[in-house]
């Protein structure tokens, strides 16, 4: 068996991760599913080789008396970024998206009303959540609006179309 030092399986995983970084980047609206799950499963290789070392790593560069504290530390700060990482992300995103999204939408060839409704999503407070995915209740006599479903054959029924009991 060949036994390496986690301070070079730390540095392939980095490396690693930062080729699926990069690969990443390159991605468009004309990239496939087999090429987004290669680069993907790169970046997420890249990343599993350099997070298994990093405690290796913290508890032998101190004293035997402090292996302890440093494997908390490491744990801790670790999960601290798992937490952190996609609030971040999710900040730049919504950001990027604010600033970009009139620009396409204007070159577009969506209709003004519908221009409006993809801006009453996405406004200054953020994207928001598509309202409603349920179709309303049917009136007597009446199909609903979509599909002539009346809610009640899949069981997503509006609360509105109970009475209050």
Excluded: K, Y
């Amino acid at each position: 068996m060949v036994r390496t030092t986690p301070g070079l399986v730390l540095v392939v995983g980095l490396v690693t991760g930062g080729i699926g970084a990069l690969l990443v980047t390159t991605f468009d609206a004309s990239t496939g599913v087999a090429s987004s799950a290669a680069v993907i499963g790169i970046l997420g290789i890249g990343i599993a080789l350099a997070t298994a070392p990093i405690t290796t790593i913290a508890v032998n560069s101190l004293p035997p008396r402090l292996a302890p504290t440093a494997g908390a530390a490491s744990s801790a700060l670790r999960q601290i970024g798992s937490a952190l990482g996609p609030a971040v992300f999710g900040v730049l995103l919504t950001n990027r998206t604010l600033s970009t999204l009139p620009g396409h939408l204007a070159a577009s060839d969506l209709g003004t009303a519908d221009r409006g409704q993809v801006l009453g999503m996405v406004s200054d407070a953020g994207i928001q959540p598509v309202p409603s995915f349920v179709s309303p209740p049917a009136r007597p006599g009446r199909a609903a609006r979509w599909g002539g479903s009346t809610g009640g054959e899949t069981g997503l029924e509006s609360p509105r179309s109970h009475p209050r009991r």
